[in-house]
């Protein structure tokens, strides 16, 4: 059940059936943006938000791209060490669930990165027993975490700023439907 809603939301947002491109290179001083999201899931849904412009000026490295890749365990490359200190925009789920990205921005010397927190976005806390890490499955979480990647990116690329906000609205509105909020 919970692949099937997984599947259905990465579907929904997808306005042109993409997957988030990966294997990302930096973009300081190409005037490129890059991304680096700590799972498939959130590269989709910044992959999303850039359109188009994924691949050509938005640059999306997922480093966990193995749904059967346990992401408490996982060790980190070289290569995901790289793209992180070279990353404009960094989108992680937070809530303990992908602490090697926490990590490893710490230990690099990116202090110019933009950070986004899906748990911290969520509102939800731990110790009042409403937030499981797996946020993704909160599609007003997903929707606050798209609305925010368009922000960022508007920022990084302002030239593009409506495409980046017409885009999330897209993902948002669609999320809308599967929630049955919509028709």
């Given at each position: 059940m919970a692949a099937a809603v997984l599947i259905a939301m990465t579907a929904a947002c997808s306005a042109h059936g993409a997957a988030p491109a990966a294997g990302g290179s930096s973009s300081s001083g190409s005037g490129k943006v890059s991304v680096v999201a700590s799972t498939d899931v959130w590269g989709n849904v910044v992959s999303q938000v850039a359109g188009e412009r994924a691949g050509r000026n938005v640059t999306i490295t997922s480093i966990i791209t193995?749904?059967?890749?346990?992401?408490?365990?996982?060790?980190?490359?070289?290569?995901?060490?790289?793209?992180?200190?070279?990353?404009?925009?960094?989108?992680?789920?937070?809530?303990?669930?992908?602490?090697?990205?926490?990590?490893?921005?710490?230990?690099?010397?990116?202090?110019?990165?933009?950070?986004?927190?899906?748990?911290?976005?969520?509102?939800?806390?731990?110790?009042?027993?409403?937030?499981?890490?797996?946020?993704?499955?909160?599609?007003?979480?997903?929707?606050?975490?798209?609305?925010?990647?368009?922000?960022?990116?508007?920022?990084?690329?302002p030239g593009h700023r409506t495409t980046y906000q017409q885009n999330a609205k897209a993902c948002v509105s669609k999320l809308r439907v599967l929630e049955g909020v919509e028709s």
């Open positions: 193995n749904p059967d890749t346990d992401p408490h365990s996982y060790e980190a490359s070289s290569r995901n060490q790289l793209a992180l200190s070279q990353a404009n925009l960094v989108v992680k789920n937070g809530g303990g669930y992908d602490d090697v990205v926490h990590t490893m921005l710490a230990s690099s010397d990116n202090t110019s990165a933009v950070v986004l927190n899906a748990v911290k976005l969520s509102g939800k806390r731990a110790h009042d027993g409403e937030l499981n890490e797996h946020v993704w499955y909160d599609f007003p979480t997903v929707q606050k975490v798209a609305d925010q990647v368009a922000a960022a990116l508007s920022r990084a690329d």
